[in-house]
């Protein structure tokens, strides 16, 4: 039993003062079903992906979504979370009680507030997500982590600091692109290539432009069983997808090897009967610069150490063979934690059906999107394609 995404909505990402938790779910919730042309009475089941790891008091937000429809009320409602990937995560719960037949249509909300308390907070609070004993108790915070992992890299495949840089300002490029990113703004190369004032280093190798940002924002998704996808005025279908959990512990794990990753995507594109090859763009998740590089490589884009080439022949560029994050990606577009796996959906869901305004890339079939959880421990990679 297959399922589709036939509706979808996504708010602006960014400092969202206006809004709190409940006004971003609302807001998106809303413009979800009407997009499908649906009230809430024809949903079985809202899944709500959100970190609620302190950064609202609300610690309880499932049913949020109801405050936006009345007819959602009585429907069964839960939230959602694996750290970063809890966007992904609400989806693929959706997707299992659809394939399951406990549910036809599923409403799929993703969002996060994350501006309402201070930077050193929503470091603390992020960092939490990391083994507690060995890292973040130890003060280590994920640029640190992730810090660690380009250090490996380097280490095992020469200093590659240039090409992160490189990888940030393609993504910086394309972010100009799409209404709802966080920045919209060029950087260029040579900014984020040049420690400066304005582009410090967090940890190093990173720099702040090899950061993703801390963002308000929120997305939303209809689900529902494919053999209802007639009724609507377009479909999405997701052809396949993968979950892989690895160890908590970096101490368990090659830092540079980025295994989960290269596993989910085996695992799906497997499913999907196709190569990465086959694939139109891809969404991929660049928390930092250096898990976007590595993701090239656990694709089978590149052998290990080599990703760097695809940026020199311009693979992954807007216009290459296999474009990567014309979204902006993390890096521009922003990261509410919570909404990310689900943006990540609605943004290949648009591209696939011509609705991408000015991102829109020229008639693609196939999509390729991949959220991470924490440092490589839960990764998600899905594979989309038109239905109708």
């Not at 995404?5 to 009407?34: C, K, M, N, Y």
């Not at 160890?247 to 085996?266: N, Q, T």
């Not at 799906?268 to 891809?282: E, H, I, R």
Request: with cysteine.
């Amino acid at each position: 039993m297959g399922v589709c995404i036939v509706g979808w909505a996504h708010s602006p990402f960014g400092r969202l003062d206006a809004l709190d938790l409940e006004g971003l779910v609302g807001q998106v919730t809303r413009g979800a079903l009407a997009d499908a042309g649906l009230d809430g009475t024809a949903v079985d089941g809202v899944w709500l992906g959100q970190l609620n790891g302190g950064f609202v008091p609300e610690i309880f937000a499932s049913s949020l979504p109801m405050q936006a429809d009345a007819g959602l009320r009585w429907k069964p409602a839960t939230r959602v979370e694996n750290a970063c990937a809890s966007g992904a995560a609400a989806l693929y719960a959706a997707a299992d009680a659809i394939e399951a037949g406990r549910a036809r249509i599923a409403l799929v909300v993703g969002a996060e507030k994350m501006t309402a308390v201070s930077g050193t907070e929503v470091t603390r609070i992020l960092g939490n997500a990391s083994y507690v004993p060995e890292e973040a108790a130890q003060g280590l915070t994920f640029p640190g982590i992730f810090a660690r992992v380009a250090q490996a890299y380097f280490e095992r495949h020469g200093d590659h600091g240039a090409t992160l840089a490189r990888i940030a300002a393609k993504n910086h490029a394309n972010g100009v692109r799409n209404p709802f990113a966080q920045m919209r703004k060029d950087l260029g190369f040579e900014f984020c290539n040049t420690v400066s004032e304005k582009n410090p280093l967090i940890a190093a190798p990173l720099r702040k432009t090899d950061c993703s940002l801390v963002s308000d924002g929120a997305a939303a998704l209809v689900l529902c069983d494919e053999s209802l996808a007639a009724d609507f005025r377009r479909a999405v279908r997701l052809k396949s997808r993968a979950q892989v959990n690895d160890f908590l512990p970096m101490s368990c794990r090659d830092a540079a090897g980025f295994e989960g990753p290269r596993r989910a995507w085996a695992q799906a594109l497997a499913a999907a009967g196709c190569t990465v090859g086959d694939l139109s763009f891809a969404e991929v998740h660049d928390c930092f610069t250096i898990a976007e590089l590595m993701s090239y490589e656990a694709m089978g884009l590149a052998a290990p150490g080599q990703g760097a080439r695809l940026l020199d022949e311009g693979v992954v560029m807007r216009d290459g063979r296999l474009p990567v994050n014309v979204s902006g990606g993390l890096k521009a577009k922003g990261h509410p934690i919570g909404a990310t796996g689900v943006s990540m959906h609605v943004l290949s869901a648009m591209q696939l059906c011509g609705e991408a305004g000015e991102m829109q890339l020229p008639a693609p079939t196939l999509a390729g999107v991949f959220n991470m959880g924490g440092s490589a421990v839960a990764s998600y990679v899905s594979v989309l394609e038109r239905a109708r």
